[in-house]
């Protein structure tokens, strides 16, 4: 919950990231039409989102408001935005509607896609210029930096028939982020002339995407073990008694990695070709697909490097082994062993495998881009 006023819906606070966060001593310069100088005051957020890859994420930002403005909104509202505002005279309400704020948030500007989000970020002024809410003529709208979109739009009569201002800066750091972070402050009154002081300090903010699971610490060294990573996927496998429908795996294999949730990670390593949605269920004579399924076997964790046992732990590791004729899938009986995952990171994952039972060995190593499944 907020202590704000909302009385009716707010057109200019949508479900959008807003942030505003800006580098030390970047903010104390001249503002609009006033010209006075402005403080900030250097404030840590941390705004949670989920990526649509599964993974619990968050932004922590360094984010610089105004001095002597106060954060407004409560309870876990708190975990996706931050609305700021001014002290307020002594009985006064403080509203969306007639109170100037900076406000904090995570967003997508639209769909939660990555393919679109450079357009929906290019869209974001003239959907707000055209809009009821905040409808004015556009000062700036354009990349200030890399990775950074800001506008500028310029309101007329939102508080006793002043100019207003509505600043707007995106940061999309990575091509891959398919969440943003987003300053939006509206400023009325007294505050209009701080427009520009807004904008640079919206403009300079220090972001960091990371893992709530992982930490910025183990996914650094998981990106590191990369480096050992085998070039390619091989396999040998030794059945006690050999049939001639047994897969002979030879030379580099099919490899395909696919998560569709935090903590697990399923591996098919093949001497067949797969399609789009994996490998061919009919298998003949020499063909084989070996299954591991990867997991962490408790509450807030991950697969990442390490030893995976088949029967104790919480790194587990389930078997089976794909043969003709058909595609019959075997498991193990009485198996030992497991799998050492060398490095996983969101988009990869490698390893050796060393597994066996009374009836087969198989051992190898492998390597696969990882595919999320939505």
């Known amino acids: 919950m907020s202590k704000l006023s909302q009385s009716k819906p707010s057109g200019r606070h949508m479900p959008w990231v807003v942030v505003c966060a800006a580098l030390a001593g970047g903010c104390g310069k001249k503002g609009g039409g006033g010209g006075d100088k402005v403080a900030f005051d250097t404030v840590p957020i941390e705004l949670k989102y989920a990526s649509t890859d599964y993974r619990k994420m968050a932004f922590k930002i360094q984010a610089q408001v105004p001095r002597g403005w106060k954060m407004m909104t409560e309870g876990t509202a708190k975990d996706t935005m931050n609305t700021f505002m001014p002290p307020l005279p002594k009985g006064e309400q403080p509203s969306l509607f007639s109170t100037s704020s900076i406000t904090v948030s995570a967003t997508c500007h639209g769909p939660c896609r990555a393919e679109k989000m450079d357009e929906q970020i290019k869209a974001a002024a003239r959907t707000r210029a055209e809009g009821p809410a905040t409808r004015g003529k556009i000062l700036q709208d354009g990349e200030v930096r890399p990775g950074v979109w800001a506008f500028v739009i310029e309101v007329d009569g939102v508080r006793n028939n002043d100019k207003s201002y509505n600043v ?80 002979v795996f030879t030379g580099a294999l099919r490899a395909r990695a696919t998560s569709s949730g935090t903590g697990q990670v399923r591996l098919e390593l093949g001497n067949v070709e797969p399609g789009a949605d994996g490998f061919p269920e009919a298998l003949t004579p020499g063909q084989g697909v070996l299954r591991l399924g990867l997991m962490y076997d408790g509450q807030d964790g991950e697969v990442l490097s390490g030893k995976y046992s088949l029967s104790e732990g919480k790194l587990r590791v389930d078997f089976g082994l794909r043969v003709a004729p058909g595609g019959t899938t075997i498991g193990l009986s009485s198996g030992e062993g497991g799998v050492e995952v060398i490095a996983r990171t969101p988009k990869r994952i490698c390893g050796k495998v060393d597994i066996k039972d009374n009836w087969r060995t198989v051992q190898g190593e492998f390597v696969a881009d990882i595919v999320n499944e939505r």
């Open 168 to 247: 707007g800066v995106t940061h999309r750091l990575s091509p891959e982020w398919e969440t943003v972070v987003f300053c939006d402050a509206m400023l009325m009154g007294k505050q209009a002339r701080m427009w520009k002081a807004v904008l640079q300090a919206c403009s300079s903010a220090t972001i960091k995407s990371v893992d709530l699971i992982v930490g910025e610490e183990r996914a650094a060294q998981e990106e590191a073990n990369l480096s050992r990573c085998p070039a390619s996927s091989t396999l040998t496998h030794t059945p006690k008694e050999a049939k001639p429908e047994d897969p």
